[in-house]
Every structure is written in C-alpha cells, then in structure tokens.
C-alpha cells in the first residue's frame, strides 16, 4: 500500500532549525489532513502539529512560536518548520496523511512515514 516518505531530520545545536519533508506518491487521493507526530525514548507518540486541507493549522503547546506546519493536500505533501529547536524536542518525528478518494468524503485512510531522527544537543 502507499507509504508517505520522510527526510530533512538530523542533529542540530540547540537554538538551531530544521525543515522536515514528507510526501506520499503513487496515488490518487489527496489528504484531508496531514499530521506529524513525535516519540522519545521511553515516552508515547504525542501530536506536535496538524493542518488540514483547508489550510487550518493546530499545534502542541511544547512547540507553539517555534513550529511551522504548511504543505499542499492535493499532492500530499508536508513540511515541518522547526525553528529554536531545544533538546526536548529531541525524538522521531513521523508524518500521517488521512487520505481521501476525493474532498468531502467520510473515508479516510491513514498513511504514515517511515521516521525521521530529530537529535538537539545542548
């Protein structure tokens, strides 16, 4: 089935920035929301920031002023803007599309990428 490919992560100073990618191919459905999520060691998945296709973005509270989610439903790609990094956000970072066969639908079908290691040292 379809997976979404991630990149962009690596280790940065804290203070520094990233930009994560990810982008699902080989199907025709687009998204109607895109998600990315995080997980630390020894800790559960926790949403970090969500946008739907109609451009409406939410984030968690640990990353609001510093993250940047944007991206383009229709070609089911999205970015994650993470600027002031500090070393708790320190995780991999996944993303999640809800694909759709079409706008409006009720079926959604989750696709998710593979992880991308996010490493802020202090």
């Known amino acids: 089935q379809v997976q979404a490919v991630e990149s962009g992560g690596g280790l940065v100073q804290a203070g520094g920035s990233l930009r994560l990618s990810c982008a699902a191919s080989g199907t025709i459905f687009s998204s109607n929301r895109m998600d990315w999520y995080r997980q630390a060691p020894g800790k559960q998945r926790e949403l970090v920031a969500t946008?739907?296709?109609?451009?409406?973005?939410n984030y968690a509270d640990s990353v609001k002023g510093r993250f940047t989610i944007s991206g383009d439903s229709a070609k089911n790609t999205v970015f994650l803007q993470m600027n002031h990094l500090k070393p708790e956000d320190t995780a991999v970072y996944y993303c999640n599309l809800k694909l759709t066969p079409y706008r409006g639908s009720n079926r959604e079908y989750d696709c998710w990428g593979q992880g991308t290691q996010v490493t802020v040292s202090s």
């Open positions: 946008i739907t296709s109609a451009g409406t973005t």
